[in-house]
């Protein structure tokens, strides 16, 4: 076989990887267009927003004048009440960005983070992304509930398959980045909403203006 016909046979399957690819893609996204409009349909739930991941068919939605969020996985559709959450990590290749816990309301913002604290936040996270590293294969977001038998709930906003990952200027990567940050404020605003109505009686001023109780003045977000 001579070089030109070894060319284009080359040429013709990376046409058709590409086909191959573009169709599972599509078909993964009209896949996750059909489940939100379904949940968009379902009783007793009144949708705001709604966010199914084409990556792995998980996702989230929530319901804030029943103060409900839904957990969607590809087995099953779960309802929580925002007193139920406990906290929602914005991770970057298995590394956490940032953090929300319910009483705590801190935000830790990996990337600022160095020496024996980024040491410690490593950790934590199991895994600790190399300085070299060129680019970002994954973004996801983790969300804790009071739920003794399925606390953890994870869904994926980006998955990248190249080589060298996808790099940060890209505009799918600030596109998935863009998304599970304004996820992850909505649930921030929905555990500071539960934690004002958990508020224990009697905390009203002699003036009769009522204080905020600890938790949720502790609930404003910082930076470290």
Do not use: C
């Amino acid at each position: 076989m001579d070089i030109q016909a070894v060319i284009v046979l080359v040429i013709i399957g990376a046409v058709m990887w590409f086909i191959l690819a573009y169709s599972l893609g599509v078909s993964r996204r009209e896949i996750a267009a059909n489940v939100e409009r379904e949940i968009r349909s379902t009783p007793d739930f009144s949708a705001d927003d709604v966010y199914v991941s084409p990556y792995d068919r998980n996702g989230l939605a929530i319901d804030n004048t029943r103060r409900l969020v839904m957990l969607i996985d590809a087995t099953r559709r779960r309802t929580v009440g925002f007193e139920k959450l406990v906290s929602a990590e914005v991770m970057e290749d298995n590394v956490m960005l940032m953090t929300t816990k319910k009483g705590l309301g801190r935000v830790v913002v990996g990337g600022l983070l160095a020496g024996a604290v980024g040491a410690i936040v490593g950790g934590l996270t199991g895994r600790q992304r190399s300085k070299s590293s060129t680019g970002v294969r994954s973004v996801t977001l983790a969300v804790i509930v009071d739920d003794f038998n399925a606390p953890r709930h994870s869904v994926t906003f980006l998955r990248w398959s190249g080589e060298k990952g996808l790099s940060k200027n890209s505009p799918i990567y600030r596109q998935a980045i863009e998304k599970v940050q304004l996820w992850q404020s909505r649930l921030t605003i929905a555990m500071r909403h539960a934690e004002r109505f958990e508020q224990p009686p009697g905390m009203a001023t002699a003036g009769g203006e009522f204080v905020q109780s600890p938790s949720a003045l502790a609930s404003a977000p910082t930076a470290i």
